[in-house]
């Protein structure tokens, strides 16, 4: 993103758990700070040094350590990055339980360490549910050995919850036990164009009513988003008849046991969505192969680096009522225009992406400079209107630098300070990714 920096001299990349355990007591012992960095693909500065920290880099620990084919659990070494498990294990009819469009390099230990949700979440859940263990090394360099393979373990507190979501401010993940799905059977995909944001939910009901246990992802785009995909060359534009018109589109996936059952359901579908009375979308594409499957998808997915190469992008991960979507990016738009700054040479462009099935929009400023006049401008006024919804400031991208600050808009004031006192409990010298998190 271009829009955090530090000074550190130092990058280490150990190559053992013991390593890491190693350098984090002697960081401990001097009290030097250190920033984990995985994959460094995070939205929210959270593996980005603030200051001279030493970067710990687990870009060394890529070992498979054991895959069961049986129960689909696989345990691998944090740095692993997320594309080569799932190519890891396809050949044995699994998929990873997360999807993301950072899978080429973000890392495993990354994904739990920020909890990433992605494209996934609809269908397979949280990080929370689908990792079974950890391995961490504590900060003061103790190895905390949790890396079950066990679907049950009911013994006491789940302390690895602990370490999904820390961002690295509690330990530093080493290895991740995870539960991964047997691959799909048939997938398939179709984006719809929607004439008004208003039939988006509508829509979502009835697609979930009609396509029930193969539905497997709900994503949203709206037409700014759709329109700045397509400029920067992400995925398969739809033609000008099927773009006319449309005010967001929507990509609907299945994931099932038998393709002619599925196609059956999906073209059911879209049958009944084009010849109601009044018709819930303008059109609809549906993939006629599995080249096409990856280019819708990649319109989507695309979003995220289109925005990065039109500007400098003011980023807000909100969870909030399905409904409050679209008010939330209008309000936003109407708050720079009233403000003067909505222009070419300020802000290029105001939108919303996101996880309709998961109530996650993605509102996404994108413009020529990061300004704080535009900062201001923005906050706290995105934060206030999520709390106002009680919303969360992070429904998937974390804390990190950027929302320390807002932190309380989503958690109250018992929730934070128990978190304090969990970090200090774990990282009484503050060495874990100062600055992240917690203030
Ligand atoms: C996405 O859903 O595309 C990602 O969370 C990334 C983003 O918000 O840009
Ligand atoms: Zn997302």
Same mark, same amino acid.
């Given at each position: 993103m271009g829009k955090y920096r530090g000074k550190s001299t130092t990058v280490l990349r150990p190559k053992t758990t013991q390593e890491v355990s190693?350098?984090?007591?002697?960081?401990?012992?001097?009290?030097?700070?250190?920033?984990?960095?995985?994959?460094?693909?995070?939205?929210?500065?959270?593996?980005?040094?603030?200051?001279?920290?030493?970067?710990?880099?687990?870009?060394?620990?890529?070992?498979?350590?054991?895959?069961?084919?049986?129960?689909?659990?696989?345990?691998?070494?944090?740095?692993?990055?997320?594309?080569?498990?799932?190519?890891?294990?396809?050949?044995?009819?699994?998929?990873?339980?997360?999807?993301?469009?950072?899978?080429?390099?973000?890392?495993?230990g990354g994904n739990v360490s920020t909890n990433a949700g992605g494209l996934r979440l609809l269908r397979y859940g949280s990080l929370h549910g689908s990792v079974l263990g950890l391995e961490v090394v504590l900060p003061d360099g103790t190895i905390l050995d949790q890396l079950t393979t066990l679907r049950k373990d009911n013994t006491g507190y789940d302390l690895k919850q602990l370490f999904i979501g820390a961002e690295g401010t509690l330990g530093i993940i080493t290895a991740v036990s995870i539960l991964t799905p047997p691959a799909p059977q048939a997938s398939n995909n179709v984006i719809l164009a929607l004439p008004r944001f208003e039939n988006v939910l509508p829509l979502y009901k009835t697609v979930k009513r009609q396509l029930s246990e193969i539905l497997s992802a709900f994503e949203f785009i709206d037409r700014t988003a759709y329109d700045l995909a397509v400029k920067h060359g992400q995925g398969r534009a739809l033609s000008e008849d099927e773009v006319e018109g449309a005010e967001c589109f929507v990509l609907v996936e299945t994931s099932g046991g038998k393709r002619e059952h599925d196609e059956e359901k999906l073209n059911? /579908?879209? &049958?009944?969505?084009?010849? $109601?009375?009044?018709?819930?979308?303008?059109? !609809?594409?549906?993939?006629?192969?599995?080249?096409?499957?990856?280019?819708?998808?990649?319109?989507?997915?695309?979003?995220?680096?289109?925005?990065?190469?039109?500007?400098?992008?003011?980023?807000?991960?909100?969870?909030?009522?399905?409904s409050t979507?679209?008010?939330?990016?209008?309000?936003?738009?109407?708050?720079?225009?009233?403000?003067?700054? /909505?222009? &070419?040479?300020?802000?290029? $462009?105001?939108?919303?992406?996101?996880?309709? !099935?998961?109530?996650?929009?993605?509102?996404?400023?994108?413009a020529n400079a990061y300004t704080e006049e535009i900062q201001d401008a923005l906050e706290p006024f995105i934060y206030e209107l999520v709390a106002s919804h009680r919303g969360s400031v992070s429904a998937e991208h974390g804390i990190g630098a950027m929302k320390t600050h807002a932190l309380h808009y989503s958690k109250n004031e018992v929730s934070v300070a128990w978190m304090k006192r969990i970090k200090a409990m774990f990282d009484p010298n503050g060495i874990m990714n100062p600055g992240k998190v917690l203030e």
């Open positions: 190693e350098i984090v007591k002697w960081c401990n012992d001097r009290r030097i700070g250190i920033v984990p960095q995985g994959g460094n693909t995070g939205l929210v500065g959270g593996s980005v040094p603030l200051k001279d920290e030493v970067i710990l880099s687990l870009s060394n620990m890529t070992q498979v350590r054991s895959f069961d084919p049986i129960s689909g659990i696989l345990v691998a070494d944090a740095g692993c990055i997320l594309q080569s498990l799932t190519d890891y294990v396809a050949p044995h009819n699994h998929i990873m339980p997360l999807d993301l469009g950072a899978k080429g390099s973000c890392q495993i059911t /579908l879209l &049958e009944s969505l084009l010849e $109601a009375d009044e018709p819930l979308i303008n059109t !609809g594409v549906m993939a006629q192969n599995p080249a096409q499957f990856s280019s819708i998808w990649a319109l989507r997915e695309g979003v995220t680096e289109a925005v990065s190469k039109e500007g400098k992008a003011y980023k807000y991960d909100i969870s909030i009522p399905l979507f679209k008010e939330c990016v209008d309000l936003t738009r109407e708050r720079l225009r009233s403000k003067g700054l /909505l222009s &070419e040479d300020k802000v290029k $462009a105001v939108m919303g992406y996101g996880h309709v !099935g998961d109530g996650n929009l993605h509102l996404n400023v994108v």
